[in-house]
């Protein structure tokens, strides 16, 4: 079966440092992977997509940064973070034969 | 601008009652939709689709949702909520492509 993991789940940084959130997939090739942020009151914003190794789609210019180093490997990270990067980070890879997403438990980021 | 609105942002019931959640989209054209589910410390699951066909869907844990076309909505409901279904439900709408717009949420809590 497919499996998601992401971590950390909670994580608090100060502004200027650097971030790194990983998530990483089992049971799946070739998955189309994607970063979604909740930022507090608002939905859920795709950040950015990949569909393949090193293959990475921005959806929104920001801070933030995002990497394939492997088929199922996803990171996504930061030089700098900013208080408006504060959130809930989420990682998930698209089921093709449902036509739906399976998301990771999510990474709560404050910033402070 | 495309948007997915869910209005109720907070709702509080007691166990037996029952639930309607609403959800209401601004696109044209064919559309896919969704309502997904996250319990407390756990990941984001389906609860339910729509791709075409019946415009009332049933999903798991006898959740239903109705697809109204002439409305844009694609409300959620279940006769009879019990205490677990706590959690927080999020509707969402795909077109073509990889692209997913998600509503902002809508929190329930069951009192026993």
């Known amino acids: 079966s497919q499996t998601i993991h992401q971590w950390p789940a909670t994580l608090v940084q100060p502004v200027g440092s650097p971030l790194s959130l990983e998530c990483t997939v089992e049971g799946t090739s070739n998955p189309n992977l994607y970063w979604y942020r909740q930022a507090a009151g608002r939905g859920l914003q795709l950040l950015f997509y990949s569909v393949g190794i090193g293959q990475i789609s921005s959806e929104v210019p920001q801070n933030l940064s995002a990497s394939r180093p492997q088929d199922r490997q996803f990171i996504l990270s930061s030089k700098k973070l900013l208080l408006s990067d504060s959130g809930f980070y989420l990682c998930?890879?698209?089921?093709?034969?449902?036509?739906?997403?399976?998301f990771g438990s999510g990474t709560r980021l404050t910033v402070v | 601008a495309q948007s997915v609105s869910q209005h109720n942002h907070h709702v509080i019931l007691s166990e037996a009652a029952s639930l309607e959640l609403g959800c209401n989209y601004s696109y044209g054209g064919t559309v896919n939709l969704f309502w997904y589910v996250q319990y407390p410390g756990q990941h984001l699951q389906l609860l339910l689709k729509?791709?075409?066909?019946?415009?009332l869907v049933k999903g798991i844990k006898g959740f239903e949702a109705e697809f109204i076309k002439s409305k844009f909505s694609f409300n959620l409901r279940k006769p009879s909520v019990q205490w677990s279904d706590t959690a927080e439900y999020f509707c969402?709408?795909?077109?073509?492509?990889?692209?997913?717009?998600f509503g902002t949420g809508t929190s329930l809590t069951v009192i026993p």
């Open positions: 969402a709408v795909n077109r073509t492509g990889n692209q997913f717009y």
């Open positions: 998930a890879w698209r089921d093709r034969v449902r036509l739906g997403y399976t």
């Open positions: 729509y791709f075409s066909g019946d415009p």
